[in-house]
């Protein structure tokens, strides 16, 4: 067996805690120790230990299977810190401005977040229909390939 990476289990566990990325935990420890780490070595002890997950999976908010060239579309990284002020997770300052001036925006135009994947643009904001209950127009069946992992 090889000798453990981790030097301080309490010092990682505080990173988790302030929030810390994967990243700056891998260039850290080589700053730090001269010890390279991969991002799954830091997720694995996540898990090991409890921690609570990095990310935030809703699949209320995001209800469908987004295709790869949709996955840094605007609507859905506004969705996605919404799941995360949703979960109680601390958003940036930024994130937290963004967040409050697209939902107000959502809430002047009365509109919802639609998702077509056989188009270019993927998203769009429709005007909101019955049934839209939140923030996007409900599918008629969830496309989520992943069950929230925490439920």
Do not use: C
């Not at 001036?101 to 188009?119: C, Q, R």
């Amino acid at each position: 067996m090889g000798a453990r990476k981790i030097q301080d289990e309490q010092e990682v566990v505080r990173w988790f805690e302030q929030g810390k990325t994967y990243q700056w935990m891998i260039d850290e420890y080589k700053r730090k120790y001269g010890i390279d780490t991969v991002p799954s070595m830091w997720g694995n002890f996540r898990r090991r230990r409890g921690l609570d997950r990095r990310i935030v999976r809703n699949d209320e908010l995001i209800p469908w299977f987004v295709k790869e060239e949709h996955r840094w579309a605007y609507p859905l990284s506004m969705l996605r810190a919404e799941a995360r002020r949703r979960a109680g997770k601390t958003l940036t300052e930024g994130d937290t401005a963004r967040v409050a001036s697209w939902l107000e925006m959502l809430k002047e135009e009365n509109a919802v977040v639609h998702y077509d994947p056989d188009t270019e643009e993927g998203f769009f904001y429709v005007p909101r229909q019955e049934g839209d209950d939140d923030i996007i127009h409900n599918p008629e069946h969830k496309t989520t390939p992943r069950p929230n992992a925490d439920k």
